[in-house]
């Protein structure tokens, strides 16, 4: 590997890093919006914001790329639907119908369905050290989630929440390997612009359907609650899904993938700053093996010339 291409590289997993870290933050944010908006909402206002956000920044690179749109409007359509309408709203949906542990031990499939889809849709093959990392991984996160007591794991039953988890799983998964085939005269301001709006328009009819059966009423949100959903607009979902399609672009969606299994990592961190809980023992030994298992997936041996 040349050194234009380690910076590349490096660039790319950077990318996928602040990614996730922002996405982490996703989290916690939205755990307290629950019980405010019903989760079709949550998700609509969500991308109305960024929408609203991006416009300034990206409608002359999105009117000047027109014709590029209209010719890739099939895969603009299906990747706004997978990675906008679909993948936040599912997992609103599915907090409302199953446990936290669930949530998370179903989270952590993303990747791993990225590597198998990328097998049989892209040819890649699974190399002993990538299949090493994604095992360290997962026995890492497990053993954060379970505190070490995977007794715990015989105890889960399954309920339509969790189902609603995996879809969005394999949903994400797809939509990251959609992003290896962007069309590439789009530029990524253009092509965020306009599957963002196509992915809200797709998703008004169903909040329209939402709001006229439910109390929720957006006058009775506190200034928390707004500043809230601020976030998820602006850095949830713009500044997020923009690195994440150039890490993907650079470093391929398997190995952004492998990145993204550093979430818990980021949100215990989080959890420990913003929400006062506590870092134990358990969770540095997590710590370890999610980071050695990511290493060992992503890591290349340098070729001599």
Not at 89 to 114: D, E, G, K, Q, R
Not at 119 to 134: H, M
Request: net charge positive; hydrophobic share 55%.
């Amino acid at each position: 590997m040349n050194q234009s291409q380690t910076s590349i590289s490096g660039a790319g997993y950077f990318y996928a890093t602040m990614a996730t870290l922002i996405w982490s933050g996703n989290f916690i944010v939205a755990r307290g919006l629950i019980d405010t908006f019903p989760p079709v909402s949550l998700a609509y206002f969500r991308w109305l914001i960024a929408v609203i956000v991006l416009i300034p920044l990206a409608i002359r690179p999105m009117l000047r790329d027109w014709s590029i749109i209209k010719e890739n409007l099939a895969y603009l359509c299906i990747a706004s639907v997978l990675g906008v309408s679909m993948f936040n709203t599912l997992i609103y949906i599915a907090s409302h119908t199953t446990t936290a542990i669930n949530m998370s031990l179903i989270a952590i499939t993303f990747p791993v369905f990225i590597i198998i889809l990328s097998r049989f849709i892209y040819n890649e093959l699974l190399s002993a050290n990538k299949a090493a990392g994604v095992f360290l991984v997962i026995v890492g996160v497990v053993t954060l989630i379970t505190k070490g007591d995977v007794s715990v794991l015989r105890n889960i039953d399954f309920s339509s929440g969790d189902l609603w988890m995996l879809l969005a799983a394999i949903t994400f998964a797809v939509y990251s390997l959609m992003l290896k085939k962007k069309p590439a005269r789009l530029g990524a301001r253009s092509f965020q612009l306009s599957t963002f709006i196509i992915g809200l328009l797709f998703l008004t009819p169903f909040y329209i359907w939402e709001a006229t059966g439910s109390d929720f009423s957006v006058t009775n949100i506190s200034s928390v609650t707004f500043y809230s959903i601020l976030y998820l607009g602006i850095f949830a979902s713009v500044a997020s899904y923009f690195l994440w399609g150039k890490a993907v672009e650079k470093i391929g969606p398997s190995k952004s993938g492998m990145i993204y299994y550093s979430l818990p990592i980021f949100s215990g961190t989080l959890a420990y700053i913003f929400l006062g809980e506590a870092i134990e023992t358990i969770h540095l030994i997590s710590t370890f093996l999610i980071a050695t298992g990511i290493f060992t997936a992503i890591y290349e041996k340098k070729k001599i010339m």
